[in-house]
């Protein structure tokens, strides 16, 4: 039964670092009175090139986490994650809605007219089912162009995306798609809207770049519109950011990336959990 007169349900977001930032931004605007629990595993980070057993586990310890602070609906803002992990979270945590980024490799094939598509994303993106289905069912007939970016990911990280390093990998990736007539970039990993500017810059006006983030904030708006779970009370809401890199790092990094500041918090792995250390 619906129960209207509720608080607006917490939603806990994931990534293995900042990149699901870019998710978080549009759930903010869309979604302003939910409080947001957001894990960066930057502990961890990258995730791209680890196989899809150690992203899964991640994934679950993760989402346990985030159950324990709260969170009733999870987004995997992390295409990583979601392609290594989606289907087992589902299993693992039945009744718990999840929303999980799939390569938009949908809208990309309905935009194309050149029918040649390039997406960014990362090794394990590409080697998981989701890709493989998603471009089965969406683009039969279109050229689909792939690069992984090596090491973009930890420029973003590191807050170097107007350095000379992140242009070197973004040509690298990019000249050969334009060279093909790609008028249509999927950007596949959620680090990669932090790069838009840059990407923008070199593929030039003629080229539709999509980053899938504003759809995910409709769909989470959706799951809780469904569920009943959007309650009716303008509270001032919390937003905590927690890491199990470091915490200094992560807070000199958050203003470059985001235009509001929320706290920071340690979080630790001890034994394939997430833990928060005790306050004493
Ligand atoms: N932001 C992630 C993604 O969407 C993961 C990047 C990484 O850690 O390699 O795929």
């Known amino acids: 039964m619906k129960n209207i007169d509720a608080a607006p349900a917490p939603i806990g977001i994931f990534d293995s670092g900042v990149g699901g930032l870019s998710v978080l931004r549009h759930i903010r605007k869309q979604l302003p009175s939910h409080p947001i629990f957001y894990l960066a595993d930057q502990l961890h980070v990258p995730y791209g090139p680890r196989t899809l057993e150690e992203v899964r586990s ?9 159950l324990e602070k709260g969170a ?22 039945p009744g718990i809605p999840f929303v999980g980024m799939e390569p938009a490799v949908k809208p990309a094939a309905s935009h194309t007219t050149s029918g040649v598509v390039g997406v960014l994303a990362t090794p394990a993106t590409f080697q998981g089912e989701l890709f493989a289905s998603v ?17 973009l990911v930890e420029e973003i990280e590191a807050g170097r995306v107007n ?19 790609v008028d249509t970039i999927v950007l596949g990993c959620t680090h990669y809207p932090f790069a838009i500017d840059q990407i ?6 003629g080229v539709e770049v999509i980053d899938p983030s504003p759809a995910i904030a409709r769909q ?3 799951i809780l519109d469904q569920m009943g779970w959007r309650g009716n009370q303008d509270l001032a809401t919390e937003i905590q950011i927690y890491t199990s890199g470091s915490v200094v790092a992560l807070q000199h990094l958050l203003p470059k990336l985001l235009t509001e500041n929320y706290p920071v918090n340690q979080v630790n792995w001890i034994k394939n959990s997430v833990i928060e250390p005790e306050v004493s």
Do not use: W, Y
Request: aromatic share 6%.
């Open 58 to 66: 991640f994934s679950i310890a993760i989402t346990h986490f985030l």
């Open 72 to 93: 009733r609906v999870i987004v995997v803002a992390c295409n990583t994650a979601s392609a290594a992990a989606l289907h087992t979270l589902r299993e693992t945590f």
């Open 135 to 151: 471009v089965e069912r969406f683009a039969q007939g279109i050229k689909i162009l792939k690069s992984t970016c090596p090491g």
């Open 163 to 181: 350095g000379t390093r992140t242009q070197e990998i973004l040509h690298q990736a990019l000249d050969p798609m334009l060279k093909q007539n």
């Open 200 to 205: 923008k810059d070199i593929v030039g006006t």
């Open 220 to 222: 989470t708006e959706r």
